[in-house]
Antibody, heavy 123, light 108 residues
Framework: QITLKESGPTLVKPTQTLTLTCTFS??????????VGWIRQPPGKALEWLAT???????RYSPSLKTRLTITKDTSKNQVFLTMTNMDPVDTATYYC???????????????WGQGSLVTVSS | EIVLTQSPATLSLSAGERAILSCGAS???????LAWYQQKPGLAPRLLIY???NRATGIPERFSGSGSGTDFTLTIRRLEPEDFAVYYC?????????FGGGTKVEIK
């Protein structure tokens, strides 16, 4: 059974750095093909892909946010961390982590999602 | 970057009716790497369709996907009360992964 859960601060101030943790179970980031994605959703708006952490460390980032994002992993603890620098009120959103889907082959869609973590950026 | 445009923004229908949702891509989505998700208020998205037409595990047969190239469709054959939600398409043919703006299927 695959589960994921996001954790981190609910409120950050403008210009601060946000670090979110995705703690997962039911799979391992040491397994070939596995990936954990980060997707965010501002209130009332659409989904936006941020980044994906891959088993082989070939992590990918959204070009529009690449300079502000960093993914790190602790495979022994089944955790993936997303760091976003220089937070702004427009970054207020629910942040999700999600498992990369496999059906014969691995695809960059997401079949299991965390519950989401609402982060508000405000002074 | 492939931009996905979903239409209509809102679809007002009654239970039992058929829903047809569209997703248009700004450039060809190779290998039909197009997925659909359903999202209900306060919940995470749920994967419905991948590869344009393949239902994910546990998805009812009333959900079907079709299309290729730049034009894709999600059809819900007969709306059940639990199908009223927001639907998003996502392309995974190229990076960055992108989502459409969503279609809200609401009760008429």
């Amino acid at each position: 059974q695959i589960t994921l859960k996001e954790s981190g601060p609910t409120l950050v101030k403008p210009t601060q750095t946000l670090t979110l943790t995705c703690t997962f179970s039911g799979f391992s980031l040491n397994t070939g093909g596995v990936g954990v994605g980060w997707i965010r959703q501002p209130p009332g708006k659409a989904l936006e892909w941020l980044a994906t952490a891959y088993w082989d460390d070939d992590d990918r980032y959204s070009p529009s946010l690449k300079t502000r994002l960093t993914i790190t992993k602790d495979t022994s603890k089944n955790q993936v961390f997303l760091t976003m620098t220089n937070m702004d009120p427009v970054d207020t959103a629910t942040y999700y982590c999600a498992h990369r889907f496999v059906s014969g082959a691995w695809y960059n869609v997401f079949d299991f999602w965390g519950q989401g973590s609402l982060v508000t950026v405000s002074s | 970057e492939i931009v996905l445009t979903q239409s209509p923004a809102t679809l007002s229908l009654s239970a039992g009716e058929r829903a047809i949702l569209s997703c248009g891509a700004s450039q060809r989505v190779s290998s039909n790497f197009l997925a659909w998700y359903q999202q209900k208020p306060g919940l995470a998205p749920r994967l419905l369709i991948y590869g344009a037409s393949n239902r994910a595990t546990g998805i009812p047969e009333r959900f079907s996907g079709s299309g290729s190239g730049t034009d894709f469709t999600l059809t819900i054959r007969r709306l059940e009360p639990e199908d009223f939600a927001v639907y998003y398409c996502q392309q995974y043919a190229s990076s960055p992964l992108t989502f459409g703006g969503g279609t809200k299927v609401e009760i008429k």
